[in-house]
């Protein structure tokens, strides 16, 4: 014994360097695994910085849409405004406070060939008025057009007399956009940083609203031109609009690179590359577009952004070294440290186990024979007493088969031949011996109630309906119950008569009556189905009530042998019993066995009795 324990808890060589491969395969495993969930995380957080960036850069565009809405609103709530009243208001708006981006807000007039000199004349005049005797605005480019679209209001920076007089439409490109906007009443964007304001990495976009006469219909294209006054602009600094949204970042070294994606269209002799370049946080003035961040070691994340009608897209570019913690750089190998750890213990936990079944394999090995020896006798003790409860079961119908028959055929005979010679007497004596006669009608009367009793008691022993099949025997039985307990009952037989041996429809019999006598006591049920059933040679009987159901530990309850009763007699017939049952669902009985024979012809109605019968 000592030499099989010492065997199964030895360590050999093989054994120890398995469990340290182990071990280090699932150390390593884990720093992977630990690196890349990590890794996915802090590109998450990444991206989310990223969404917020753009988030506010979206809303200061829309900010600043919204003033120039506003502007548009003002220049169109009367029908003329100065160019002291467009200063006041614009001067009003404190730009360099709370639009710090904005370089300017300016209004260009729609003028026709026409209206040209009347129009210069006005425009010198309010100019000089505003600026002083200096001021000679023309219009530019010079030459004759069908019309003209003259900035002729400049805010904040009023003074810079270089873009008066300034002719939007000269430019093909601009002059097709800002007659779109004008037949639609569309906010227009520009397609291309602004020329005059731009410089190396120093982009400068702008946006137009036109401009209608007040009081006017505005609901097609052709009212639109007629009430068309001018358009209103607004030009921002891209950088200073950007580098304020990257600010506020939680992280610092973000790059971000701001692409022109829409539509390219061909500007005088603008040949640049495409995507355009508008903005690029690490470009310089020398190199105002510096080669992209690439490699693993870098996170990027390219999101899109709508401009007004143009379409940008905003490469957000990060070190993966700027957004890891120091937690997140040592996590991995903490984990790789306990994943060797804890894989050493769990090998060694599992080597004891393993150890320890070898030693009680062994063990057990010693101990079957005897183990088997006493099954098999225990087996065999189980099916002596399954045969003697076999053999008890039917000495017992026997027996009372052979009781009811002696007393059907003894004392029925006699209390039979005591009541015709009560009822003889009964017949004389009626008329003549009138006190003879009560004592001969009472005692016809006894004996009637004593044959009652010896018929119960038969039926008792073993119905004598049995001898009819067992069809006729469980309607009898149910139809006994019924009137007896005043519980309705239903029965579910199909088959007609179902020929079986006497043992078979005895044990069947005896598990209804059973079922029956337990619903009674303990169910509180007030419906009560009985189902018989042939089916492949087997023969099922179900009994289903509505009352309160087994409780729990019911079925198994001390001193209860109803359902071992059950479960018994059908098992000795090499069948099966189940009982189902909930707390206040009813119980349902099945039980099945199988049966010799099928259909039998149905009993005749009257059967000859002997000579010495007597019915009961």
């Not at 060797?340 to 101990?367: C, D, I, K, N, P």
């Not at 041996?501 to 169910?523: G, K, M, Y």
């Not at 009987?541 to 079925?555: A, E, I, S």
Request: proline share 5%.
């Amino acid at each position: 014994m000592s030499t099989t324990l010492r065997d199964a808890f030895s360590v050999t060589r093989f054994s120890f360097w398995t469990g340290v491969m182990l071990s280090t395969l699932v150390g390593s495993a884990l720093y992977v695994v630990t690196t890349r969930s990590i890794e996915s995380d802090v590109r998450e957080r990444f991206v989310r910085h990223a969404k917020y960036a753009q988030a506010g850069i979206d809303m200061r565009l829309n900010s600043y849409t919204d003033l120039l809405r506003g502007a548009a609103s003002v220049l169109q709530s009367g029908d003329t405004i100065s160019h002291r009243q467009f200063h006041d208001y614009v001067h009003g708006l404190h730009l360099a406070r709370n639009y710090p981006a904005v370089d300017t807000l300016n209004f260009a007039t729609w003028v026709r060939e026409d209206q040209r000199p009347a129009f210069e004349q006005e425009f010198t005049r309010e100019l000089q008025a505003f600026l002083g005797p200096g001021a000679h605005p023309v219009i530019t480019p010079s030459g004759v057009r069908p019309a003209y679209l003259v900035v002729t209001y400049i805010e904040p920076d009023a003074t810079n007399t270089r873009l008066y007089g300034l002719d939007l439409m000269s430019n093909p490109y601009f002059r097709a956009q800002l007659a779109q906007s004008r037949d639609d009443g569309m906010l227009r964007a520009s397609g291309r940083p602004i020329a005059a304001l731009s410089a190396s990495n120093d982009n400068h976009l702008g946006m137009r609203l036109p401009v209608y006469r007040h009081g006017t219909r505005l609901t097609s294209a052709e009212q639109r031109r007629d009430a068309y006054l001018g358009s209103l602009g607004i030009a921002f600094s891209l950088p200073k609009l950007l580098h304020g949204v990257m600010d506020e970042m939680p992280v610092t070294g973000v790059r971000m690179t701001l692409f022109d994606v829409g539509p390219r269209e061909m500007i005088e002799d603008d040949t640049s590359t495409w995507p355009k370049v508008l903005f690029d946080s690490h470009g310089t003035a020398a190199i105002p577009t510096p080669p992209l961040d690439t490699g693993s070691g870098v996170f990027t994340a390219a999101l899109p952004l709508h401009f007004n009608g143009r379409t940008w897209q905003a490469i957000y570019s990060a070190p993966k070294a700027r957004l890891y913690t120091d937690f997140d750089t040592y996590y991995p190998r903490l984990m790789m440290a306990f994943g060797f750890l804890g894989s050493v213990l769990m090998y060694a936990l599992l080597h004891m186990l393993t150890s320890s079944r070898r030693a009680a394999l062994a063990l057990a090995q010693e101990m079957t024979s005897e183990l088997r020896e006493s099954q098999d006798k225990l087996q065999l003790s189980h099916q002596k007493l399954r045969r003697l409860a076999d053999h008890a079961y039917q000495i017992k119908e026997l027996e009372r088969k052979r009781i009811a028959r002696e007393i059907h055929d003894d004392l029925g005979q006699s209390l039979l031949a005591l009541r015709i010679d009560a009822e003889l007497l009964s017949g004389r004596t009626k008329g003549t011996h009138s006190h003879l006669y009560k004592r001969a009608r009472a005692t016809v009367l006894q004996i009637d109630t004593t044959i009652k009793s010896v018929r119960q008691i038969i039926n008792d022993l073993r119905p004598t309906v049995l001898d009819l099949g067992l069809s006729a025997a469980v309607e009898w039985q149910v139809d006994q119950f019924q009137r007896r307990t005043g519980i309705q009952c239903e029965i579910q037989d199909d088959h007609g008569e179902i020929a079986l041996p006497d043992h078979c429809a005895t044990a069947f019999f005896r598990i209804l009556q059973e079922s029956l006598t337990n619903i009674v006591r303990h169910a509180n049920a007030t419906r009560v189905k009985v189902e018989l059933r042939l089916h492949g040679g087997w023969l099922s009987l179900t009994v289903c009530d509505n009352g309160c159901g087994l409780p729990p530990g019911g079925r198994n309850k001390h001193g209860s042998f109803g359902l071992v009763g059950i479960e018994e007699r059908i098992v000795i017939l090499g069948g099966t019993c189940a009982v189902f049952s909930e707390p206040g669902g009813g119980t349902t009985v099945v039980v099945s066995a199988p049966v010799v024979g099928g259909l039998a012809p149905a009993f005749p109605q009257q059967q000859e009795q002997g000579p010495s019968s007597a019915v009961i």
